[in-house]
Structure formats: structure tokens, C-alpha cells
């Protein structure tokens, strides 16, 4: 196949994966935007095939070793629970980066399978892709893997910082530049070896000290690095859908990230530096006296409900967590049998990855037309009669309107206060993820209802 | 003076950066989740490099020192390439909109 040819097909698989995010823009045209990508997909392999030409024994080993990998891929997407998807979206980074790392090793050592020069001898910018490709390759991998540990709960989630964190990160960066610069001198092996066990060290480095519930926030960023990766190995093999495809993926990953350190109402640099937990809190939270709270059971919150006209749900991590989605729209169903008008509503940082809660709602057969973001739903409290929190906290937290000393002090939150009654299903009144207590458990209208989310929420159906 | 291809693709790099950035802002918040995951799965075009890799070796020569990482590529871009559309075209099945009926 001509190199001409097949550098406009690459191109068409490049616009192909362009329509597959564009067609995410509503949930009707999502599907045919997936197919769009899969078509991508394949046109860009057939012509790798094509255009490489060589058709001996190593093509069946690429076709086993792809249905392999395939078949692994197809398992785990069919198996995985969809509570499971941080850690899954996690797992995936890793495998991108880590592929990245193999391409520019594969390509440093054999430079000529990819008309790149000869070994020791490899075209400056070449070289210099490579090491890039290589290195955000690595972080990518490793920062991954840390944040699926965290995630799956086999790490701990709470931050781990030392003294001279950052400045060891920071010398570590500028360790790298001087390697590449020494690199692109030399074309040593072992600076590149080097090279990529640093940026491993610092993939890991970046995201121990940061806390679970920043888990959103880091998800997004490793997505953004693991498309910058692919980036820096497109420009090594000169191929134009993959320069896109990183491109866009790297851009993607770079909005979620600020959509989601927006809904926290912290900066990028202030989620990376480390959690919430680790800083020295001022706030005297501390010396606050015990202050009551009314709590009920199942039985109260389904005669509340039962003579309100309109609910809103807000669901948080806890929901995930307890696995109670399914519970909950079996509650709702019973609620819209009684004429009761529901909605859903979302915080951007609920759950641990962006869109979290609006997966597992779907899950459960709640259309998604019932659901809402904050900004469209937020001045809807003030008029509902019932507000049932459902593992969320600090995105309820009234404080981070009041407290100028608060650490949430800023962040949007939804404006649960405002409804008649809340209901706010929790297993005790320990604070949540930012260290603070929240004001709205204290309220005159707020029920706390201690228990399991799924469990009470089977009960209160019971009492419906 | 000839331009180098090295400019042609810093262009297209470029661009496509504006077109993912105004591409992704259209993107539903609800379908972040998919978003990522199709990210995911497209990022892994990243086989194409992989795949150049494995075929380098010398006639006979299947597994060489620079196409056993060729290999491996492969298979951690495969998983992702399957898994990646798979998952989300099962999470994209569960987005319904209400029935009319009810």
C-alpha cells in the first residue's frame, strides 16, 4: 500500500474517533458514535497490516497474540459490575501507558523497523519524541496503577505524604530533562533505561499523597497524560491518527480534570500537592459542643415521603459503595405509584470518577431525563417537599456558603438545606471525606436515618 | 525552503487539540463515564506502533529483543481496544430516556 494511501486512511480513522466523542454529546446519537470509533479502529490496524506487508510467521503471532489480548479485553468488559468503573477506567490507563513505554523501547532498540536511523545513530527529534512518549508512558503506568490500588481499596485511601515530597518530585522532573538532553547527546542505552525508571518512580510519586475522594481528579488527569503519551509516540512514527487520537484524548482528560477541581472549587495544582486530610487544618471544628440531632427510622421516612408531592434524590460514593441503586429506584417506583414527582440530583464530584452516579442510575433502569446536574436542579429545593440524601455529604454541605474559615468554603454544593424536610441516610455522623462536620445533620428539618443506605431504603419501600 | 513534515504534523497535533477542546465541552455531563472509557479504547490506537514493532524481525526471526516488546504492546492494547468499546457500548445500552406511556 502506497505511504500516501495509507497516510489518508489514518487521517479517515482520525476523523472517525473525532465523531465518536461527538457523538457522546447526547445519549441518542452515543451509540452510533461508539460504532464510529470501532469502524476507526479497524481501518487503522488493516492499514498498519497493509502497509507493513510482511505477512510470514510473525503475522499469525500478531493475530494470536491480538485475539488474546481481545479476548481478555471482551471478559473483563462483560464481567466487570458497573460499580467497578473507576477502577476499570484505572486498570485501562495503566495499559496504555505501559503500551506506550513498549513502542518506544521497541522503537529505541530496532530504530530502522520504523525508518527512524540506526541504532545509536537515531534522528535527533526522533529521539527526543521517544523519550517523551517513553516517559509519560511511565507515569502514566505507574500513577495508574497506584490510583487503581486505591481505588479497589487493596492501598489505603488516605493521603501519604513525607517531608520533601515536593521537592523530591520537582528534582526528579528536572533529573529527566537533563537525562533526555544527555540522551539526544549520547544515545545511550542505559540513560534511557534510566530514564524510564524514573519516570516510573514519579508516575508513583504524583499520586500517593493523594486522598480518595480526589479520585475524580486524578482519573481524568491520567487520562489526559495517557493521551499525551500516544502523542509523543505518533510524532516518533510519523502516523496521523494517532497524533489526533492523543490529541484529543489528552485534551479531553485536561476539561474533566478542571470540570471536576471546579466542582471542588480547588485548583489542579491544589488536588496534586496532596489531600485534604494531610494539610494542617485551622477550622476549629474540634471544640465544636455535641450538638442534637434528630434521627428516625424507616417507618418515619415513609410516612415523610408518602405526603410529599415532590422528592429529590441526591446519591453520592455511598451509594456505590452499598450498592444501593437498584434498591433505590424499586423506592422510587413505589413513590411515583403514589403520584409523587422525583428527580435526581447530581453533584459534579459525586461518586470517584466524573459521571459516576449517572452510570450506576442508569444501571437501574432510572431514565436519564429524570436526572439532573447541580446548576439545573439547585434552585429546585426550595421547592420539594422531601430531599432524601443517599450517601452524598460534603456536596451537601451548607457550610461552604456560610464559613469563609471552612476548607470547603466556595465549593458548589447542592442547596439540600432548602427543602422542607431531609432525609439524610447515613451510617453514623463521622465527617466525610474533607475532615469537617456538616452543618445540615444539625438542622431542625433534617432526619438522620443511621443505617445502611440499601437496606434502609429496602425498608422504607416496605413502608410505603 | 521546504518545510519540514515535522511542521505538517505539529499542525494537526495542534488543531486537533482545539477540536477535542470543543468537541469534549458538547459532551453531556451524564456521559463522562463513557467519555472516559472511549477514550480509553481510542487512545490504544496506539497498536498501529505495536504492531510495526512486532513485524520488524528479520525473515525467521519472529521473536527478536525489539519485537517481543512489539508483542506485548499488542496484547495490553488489545485488552483495551475490546474492553474499552465493549464497556462502554454496555454502558451507553443502559442510557433510557422515560416512557411515554406512564
Sequence with gaps: MSANLSAILYLVSGVLFILALRGLSSPETSRQGNLFGIIGMVIAVTVTFLSVGNFSSGFIYVLIFLAVGGSLGAFIAYRIPMTAMPELVAGFHSLVGLAAVFVAISAFINPSAFNLGTPGNIKLASLIEMAIGAAVGAITFSGSVIAFLKLQGIMSGAPITFKGQHLLNALLLILIVILTIYLCSTQSSNLFWILIAISFLIGFLIIIPIGGADMPVVISMLNSYSGWAAAGIGFTLENTALIITGALVGSSGAILSYIMCKGMNRSFFNVILGGFGATDQTSGSQNKEQRPVKSGNADDAAFLMKNASSVIIVPGYGMAVAQAQHALREMVDTLKKNDIKVSYAIHPVAGRMPGHMNVLLAEANVPYDEVFELEEINNDFANADVAFVIGANDVTNPVAKTDPQSPIYGMPVLDVEKCKSVLFVKRSLSPGYAGIDNDLFYKENTLMLFADAKKMTEDITKNL | ?102
Design chain 2, 1 to 102: 525552503m521546504e518545510i519540514d513534515p515535522f511542521i505538517f504534523r505539529l499542525s494537526i497535533f495542534i488543531l486537533s487539540i482545539f477540536v477535542g477542546y470543543y468537541v469534549v465541552w458538547s459532551v453531556t455531563p451524564s456521559l463522562h463515564t463513557p467519555l472516559m472509557s472511549v477514550t480509553n479504547a481510542i487512545s490504544s490506537v496506539i497498536i498501529v506502533g505495536a504492531i510495526i514493532a512486532a513485524l520488524s524481525g528479520s525473515d525467521g526471526v519472529v521473536f527478536s529483543s525489539s519485537s517481543i516488546y512489539g508483542f506485548l504492546a499488542i496484547i495490553l492494547a488489545a485488552v483495551n481496544i475490546f474492553g474499552g468499546f465493549l464497556v462502554t457500548q454496555r454502558m451507553l445500552a443502559m442510557y433510557k430516556k422515560k416512557k411515554k406511556d406512564k
